[in-house]
């Protein structure tokens, strides 16, 4: 099947600085992916969606400047939390969406990373 | 634009008791419907999905889910629950043409009482 592998699981990071979290579809071509953020004991929160070799689509009131998405292969995507502060503490996941010839992607299923949990001191 | 109801916050069950979690849906034109089942801290699985066919949707680790095109619903079901399926479980919703966006319930947390 599908696999979407997310790194790092785990970050933590001082006030400011910034962070960086890789989705990588491991065995298809992912045309899209997309970032979401997860509150405790609430739904997914679609930040963007990224579209190989273009700039990404962010969605209303997520600020494009803080979450930097970049969509450089087929392969991999990146979020990249700049000058990070403990209100960005969450976890993110990411999925992919394929294209191609990958059968099991073309009725819009979507596969998911593992998600970063990310916590700002 | 597509939407999807999870009424329910938390369902609570005895295992070995058949478990049941609502989904309703809202989609111009014919919908793709998933299930996808997410433990604590990490990803979301995919537990299974109604595309086109036999309205009744057999799934992963024994789950299955009915579509009900009158009631717009997707509810999904477990005969016999077991300590492990405790976990939170969302419904999603994209439409089969047009408007490709998947659009997920809030989640419903299942709590299997052993």
């Known amino acids: 099947g599908a696999v979407v592998s997310q790194h790092p699981s785990r970050v933590i990071c001082k006030s400011g600085t910034s962070v960086k979290i890789e989705c990588r579809s491991l065995?298809?071509?992912?045309?899209?992916m997309f970032w979401y953020r997860q509150f405790p004991k609430k739904s997914l929160m679609l930040m963007a969606t990224?579209?190989?070799?273009?700039?990404?689509?962010?969605e209303q009131g997520v600020e494009k400047d803080k979450f930097l998405i970049n969509h450089a292969s087929l392969t991999l995507s990146t979020l990249t939390v700049t000058s990070a502060h403990p209100e960005d503490s969450s976890f993110y996941i990411c999925?992919?969406?394929?294209?191609?010839?990958?059968?099991?992607?073309?009725?819009?299923?979507?596969?998911f990373g593992e998600g970063s949990r990310l916590t700002v001191l | 634009a597509q939407s999807v109801a999870q009424p329910e916050d938390q369902v609570n069950v005895a295992e070995g008791n058949p478990l049941t979690v609502k989904c309703t849906y809202s989609?111009?034109?014919?919908?793709?419907l998933f299930w996808y089942v997410q433990y604590p801290n990490r990803g979301l699985q995919f537990l299974l999905k109604?595309?086109?066919?036999?309205?009744l949707v057999k799934g992963s680790y024994g789950f299955e889910a009915e579509f009900n095109k009158s009631q717009t619903s997707f509810h999904l079901k477990k005969p016999s629950a077991l300590v492990s399926d405790s976990a939170l479980y969302f419904c999603?919703?994209?439409?089969?043409?047009?408007?490709?966006?998947?659009?997920f319930g809030k989640g419903n947390q299942v709590v299997v009482i052993p």
């Open positions: 999925s992919a969406r394929g294209g191609g010839q990958a059968r099991p992607l073309s009725t819009g299923e979507l596969f």
């Open positions: 109604y595309i086109t066919g036999d309205n």
């Open positions: 999603a919703v994209r439409a089969s043409h047009g408007n490709n966006r998947l659009a």
């Open positions: 989609v111009s034109g014919n919908p793709y």
């Open positions: 065995d298809f071509q992912a045309t899209t």
């Open positions: 990224s579209n190989e070799g273009s700039k990404a689509t962010y």
